[in-house]
């Protein structure tokens, strides 16, 4: 069945520094990909999305590309804020399967000031 | 107000008690999600409905049934509440297949 593995938190970076969060996918056909963020005591937010294959989805200076040869989605960042707190969700919709969002774990980042 | 409320936001219950939580939408999406969050596990699908006349068990949907009242409406139910049901539980919408969901602030439930 489908699956998705993400790196393992927490992680702790200090305020402008680079953020990367690894995603790897398991996944019938040709899945879409989705990143997350879920923010204290809220729900979780769609971040961005790429639906095929080289695609790359950005939003508020976060990036990912769908890497179709190495079935990643790594989430990036080049400069993270104290605001950028919060649980990364990465996930996929696999139209082979049950029609619906499959999730990872979740990674907990802290940005210290 | 919310485009995804969810009722109560928290609550706390005993074991055996039959409890319900609840999930309106004001988005218009036909498809409804109930999903649990617990620490290191992510979110695992409970149940879903892609209409009103539509209901599907999710990976996890043992000890839980759902009814969708209207488009707007969803609701879970816990029949027999047990401990290990003590978690975050999200409703979600979607529109279509390639949408992303919109998801409501979350129920704590704590089964004592």
């Known amino acids: 069945g489908d699956s998705v593995t993400q790196m393992e938190g927490p992680v702790t970076l200090s305020e402008e520094a680079f953020l990367t969060i690894n995603c790897t996918y398991t996944a019938t056909g040709y899945p879409s990909l989705f990143w997350y963020v879920q923010y204290p005591g809220e729900g979780l937010q769609l971040l961005l999305k790429?639906?095929?294959?080289?695609d790359k989805g950005s939003n508020k200076g976060f990036e990912a590309t769908y890497r179709k040869e190495t079935t990643s989605f790594h989430l990036e960042k080049g400069s993270v804020q104290v605001s950028d707190s919060a649980v990364y969700f990465c996930?996929?919709?696999?139209?082979?399967?049950?029609?619906?969002?499959?999730f990872g774990s979740g990674t907990q980042l802290t940005v210290l000031p | 107000d919310a485009d995804v409320t969810q009722t109560p936001r928290n609550r706390i219950t005993k074991t055996g008690k039959r409890i319900m939580l609840e999930c309106s939408q004001t988005k218009g999406h036909d498809r409804m999600y109930w999903y649990r969050q617990d620490p290191g596990l992510g979110l695992r699908l409970i149940y879903y409905?892609?209409?009103?006349?539509?209901?599907n068990k999710g990976e996890i949907s043992d000890g839980y049934s759902v009814s969708r009242q209207a488009q707007a409406k969803f609701s879970l139910s816990l029949e027999s509440a047990i401990p290990n049901q003590t978690a975050l539980y999200f409703c979600?919408?979607?529109?279509?297949?390639?949408?992303?969901?919109?998801f409501g602030s979350g129920t704590r439930l704590t089964v004592v």
């Open positions: 790429a639906t095929k294959a080289d």
């Open positions: 996930a996929l919709h696999s139209s082979g399967s049950a029609r619906q969002l499959t």
């Open positions: 979600a919408t979607s529109r279509k297949d390639l949408d992303g969901y919109t």
């Open positions: 409905s892609f209409d009103v006349k539509d209901i």
